[in-house]
């Protein structure tokens, strides 16, 4: 069956960390994976979008790879802040459905302690 | 405006009751799609409307969910005879036409069925 996995418990990390994600699926072949963060009461805010084609994308303090032979993506925050806690969603198109029909992970909650 | 709006907010409702929830996309944006996200569980994709083509449906749990969208402005996801798993937070998100654009959301409109 399909599916898209990621950490359901929290990760809690303390301040100039470094915080991994990880994103794992399952049966899917997507062209692109974007990572979103959402905080409580909030809908999602689109944060990257990575290519079958790119191994890593970067902006700021966020970097994500993708390896589409281990069907995984890590999304990483350096020096984290308490600003960064949220919950972080990842999220995979179905490919070849010639529209953005994305699948959602539940999300990982990342907690940054000062 | 500047973001995707949804109302109302809350939405409080008898089991058995009709309820109507509204999206204002972004101006501009041909795509508009609905996701349903309980509680502490990802996005689950509803339904999508592109431009004037016929809308996906495929997401659309049962035929009490129906969904209508004015051109490419308002859409409005009508749930009739509630049920209380029907309680969740109804997320909207639009984009832009064309492959791998990112979707901005609303807030959610969260429904409580009691």
């Known amino acids: 069956s399909q599916k898209i996995e990621q950490n359901s418990e929290a990760l809690n990390i303390q301040e100039g960390k470094t915080a991994t994600l990880t994103c794992n699926y399952t049966?899917?072949?997507?062209?692109?994976l974007q990572w979103y963060r959402q905080d409580p009461g909030r809908g999602p805010v689109f944060l990257l979008l990575?290519?079958?084609?790119?191994k890593e994308k970067r902006k700021e303090r966020l970097k994500v790879t993708f390896d589409t032979t281990l069907k995984q993506s890590l999304f990483h925050i350096t020096a984290s802040q308490p600003a960064d806690s949220a919950t972080y969603l990842c999220?995979?198109?179905?490919?070849?459905?010639?529209?953005?029909?994305?699948?959602f992970g539940t999300g990982t909650r990342l907690l940054v302690s000062p | 405006g500047a973001g995707v709006s949804q109302s109302p907010s809350n939405k409080v409702t008898e089991k058995g009751k009709d309820v109507e929830l509204r999206c204002d996309p972004i101006?501009?944006?041909?795509?508009l799609y609905w996701y349903r996200q309980r509680l502490g569980q990802g996005l689950e994709f509803l339904i999508y409307?592109?431009?004037?083509?016929?809308?996906?449906k495929s997401g659309l749990p049962s035929d009490r969910f129906s969904a209508e969208r004015t051109g490419e402005s308002v859409s409005t996801l009508t749930i009739q005879r509630t049920q209380q798993e029907d309680s969740a937070v109804y997320l909207c998100?639009?984009?832009?036409?064309?492959?791998?654009?990112?979707?901005?959301f609303g807030a959610g409109t969260r429904l409580s069925v009691l």
């Open positions: 998100a639009s984009s832009l036409e064309g492959l791998a654009s990112l979707q901005y």
């Open positions: 049966n899917y072949s997507p062209a692109y």
């Open positions: 990575i290519r079958e084609n790119e």
């Open positions: 999220a995979l198109d179905q490919g070849n459905t010639g529209f953005q029909k994305l699948v």
């Open positions: 101006s501009g944006h041909t795509a």
């Open positions: 409307f592109q431009g004037n083509s016929a809308p996906d």
